[in-house]
């Protein structure tokens, strides 16, 4: 008896250890895309005031690695040491999961609506779990798959992209390019966490990897060349007015430095496919946001959609406590 209570407790001790893994995954996750949801809120107007897209993803990025490069260089410059094994993985990550996706998506937004390039974007999850599936050949429970399409079609009503919907193959070339690399985001973010080299730290992968993407993004909208005057323009913010450049500090602080290491360091905890559905919540938070900040409505639909999209995630969770088997 003595030995089975000893392996029962050991067993027990397991799950619980597993359990709070994945609430620790889960809750990484919601912060990130609370943080990742907040950078619409604070883009907009800094774009009312006469910003591009591309000017403001460049400025994102480029404050982001640079305030990340100083803060950990002066606290904890240990973390920023890298092998040069993983020099690839980091260039790769910044140009794919940073600048990429940032850059197609804004060139997606240009030709087709924003809400058809939000789902474009968004199907990412479903480009995970084929490669999760067909590439490492893992078997998914079924539910796992059922709740990524329910998240999806929860994604739909919340974008409604049934506005203004129209035929560009451009932009929807855009939109698939943006959902590509959103997914390679999500594979490279594990790889590097996980299976890598094991030595690589969150913080060390996201500051070189915003290092990489800064770059990359600096050849299309060099930061330098923003106009002063359009920075130090006040600009209305739900109901306050504030200077455009505070606007742009709060986005490279909490939308981009801080999502993107809240987010990596899920990847710790969860696996891709798992973390790239509970992901979706994003575009529920950017929606929320815009609704009780700016003042943007919303509808019955998009409200629907969101606790349809919450249920799919939450499925996804679920189904994730059924160890996957190798196929």
Known sequence: MTTSGTVADARRSTTESETLVRRRGTLLVIVASFCFGSSGVLAKPAMDAGLSPQQVASVRIGLAALVLLVVVGLTRPALLRVRRADLRLLVAYGLVGVAGVQLLYFAAVARIPIGVALLLEFTSPVLVALWVRFVRRTVMPARMWAGTILALV??????????????????????????????????????????????????????????????AIAVIAPPWSLPGETLARVTDFGAWRVPVWTLLVACA????????????????????????????????VATTMAWLVLDQTLTVVQIAG??????????????????????
């Open 253 to 284: 602080v909490m939308s981009t430095a801080l999502a993107y290491l809240f987010s990596i360091s899920a990847l710790r905890h969860l696996p891709a496919n798992v973390a790239s559905v509970l992901a979706l919540c994003e575009p529920v």
């Open 154 to 215: 929860g994604l739909a009503m919340v974008a409604q992209v049934w506005q203004g919907l129209r035929l560009d193959a451009v932009g929807l070339l855009a939109g698939i390019g943006a959902a590509l690399c959103s997914a390679g985001y999500f594979l490279l973010g594990e790889h590097g966490m996980t299976t890598a080299t094991r030595t690589l730290t969150p913080i060390g992968m996201v500051t070189w990897g915003m290092v990489a993407g800064a770059v």
């Open 306 to 327: 969101a606790a349809v999209l919450l249920g799919g995630a939450g499925l996804v969770q679920v189904a994730s406590r059924k160890p996957v088997t190798p196929g």
